[in-house]
């Protein structure tokens, strides 16, 4: 595997440039696979290094399918999107993103459990009935977005993750879907394999050693990237010209679990939290007539608990962050 270094290389470790990565970009490709015949030996990378790359994970129709739904929500509601009267900057976090589509759209819940990756996700946590839903949304980076810096982060973390055996399943995973075609003049997700375990990229970095890497993921509208929460990843920023759509859900481990510890003879891993105390679930999806799918949205937070309470008054979900009518 080759590696390429950037102009600001941090090889020496140095904790102030470790947020940042340590330079060691690869211009390797990223392995894909394909889930209907290598599905396996998607679940074995992924158990290694913290990630997947899915290939065609969405079909070209669909892909223009959700494109589409991008350009015309963008006219139809530019304030959902950050656009408007409440015009948002591009800033390098997050650029423009439509934080909770199945709010108002419920033609996007045959999106919800997508054959493309929803099958490995159901391996991933134990079976389809660990599953749990925890959040949906859609980003684009604009063009001509320029030039910034995203440091290497992880998301939601359990503290438990260092010391339970087995590792998996993992606390919670995201499946993010370009929606574009992603080249190296393109924002590109990033990830340091391996890295989830450990709470620090510098200890990465360290611990790692060699096969510390900063890896770049490619590829064509319809690919589809799973990682670990814990994974430290980024969000490169291509030439700053180009820009990039893609579609994000975060998924949950529900269930109560027994796992070895090294210090005691068994332990119980609880269902995971919340991923936020802001993600509301509509009512159609929190009393789905499907038991299934009710399993499937059963983790809520107070903000959900209350609406629920409230008996989903519109008013009271205007009050939320980001639920916007």
């Known amino acids: 595997m080759s590696i390429s270094l950037t102009p600001q290389t941090n090889e020496s470790g140095d904790a102030n440039l470790a947020a940042q990565g340590f330079g060691r970009v690869t211009d390797a490709p990223a392995t894909r696979f394909n889930l209907s015949t290598e599905r396996a030996a998607a679940f074995e990378h992924f158990e290694s290094w913290g990630y997947v790359v899915l290939d065609k994970a969405l079909s070209p129709s669909e892909v223009a399918l959700l494109n589409a739904f991008f350009d015309r929500t963008q006219a139809e509601r530019p304030d959902l999107w950050g656009l408007g009267a409440k015009r948002k900057p591009h800033h390098r976090e997050q650029g423009l ?12 819940d045959e999106f919800l459990q997508h054959p493309g990756s929803y099958p490995l996700i159901c391996d991933l946590f134990g079976g389809a009935s660990q599953v749990r839903w925890s959040e949906f949304n859609f980003r684009e980076t604009p063009k001509q977005a320029g030039l910034g810096q995203m440091n290497f982060h992880h998301d939601a973390v359990a503290k ?72 430290f990843h980024t969000r490169l920023d291509g030439n ?14 529900g269930g109560f679990l027994r796992s070895s510890l090294p210090t ?8 995971t ?36 309470a409230k008996n989903f008054d519109p008013n009271f979900r205007s009050e939320m962050p980001r639920g916007e009518l």
């Open 160 to 231: 438990d993750r260092f010391l339970r055996q087995p590792y998996l399943p993992c606390d919670w995973l995201c499946a993010i879907h370009y929606l574009s075609d992603v080249t190296p003049e393109h924002p590109a997700f990033c990830v340091v394999p391996g890295s989830h375990r450990f709470s620090e990229l510098r200890e990465a970095f360290e611990g790692l050693g060699d096969q510390y890497l900063e890896q770049p993921i490619y590829g064509e509208g319809g690919t589809c990237v799973l990682y670990d929460t814990a994974l």
């Open 240 to 253: 700053g010209i180009e820009g990039r759509r893609t579609w994000h859900q975060y998924f949950a481990r």
């Open 264 to 271: 005691t003879d068994r332990y119980v891993r609880p269902p």
């Open 97 to 108: 993103i439509l934080s909770q589509p199945l709010l108002d759209y419920p033609e996007l």
């Open 273 to 308: 939290p919340a991923l936020t105390d802001w993600n509301l679930i509509p009512e159609r999806l929190a009393f789905h007539p499907d038991p299934q799918m009710r399993l499937f949205f059963s983790h809520w937070n107070t903000a959900q608990s209350e609406w629920v």
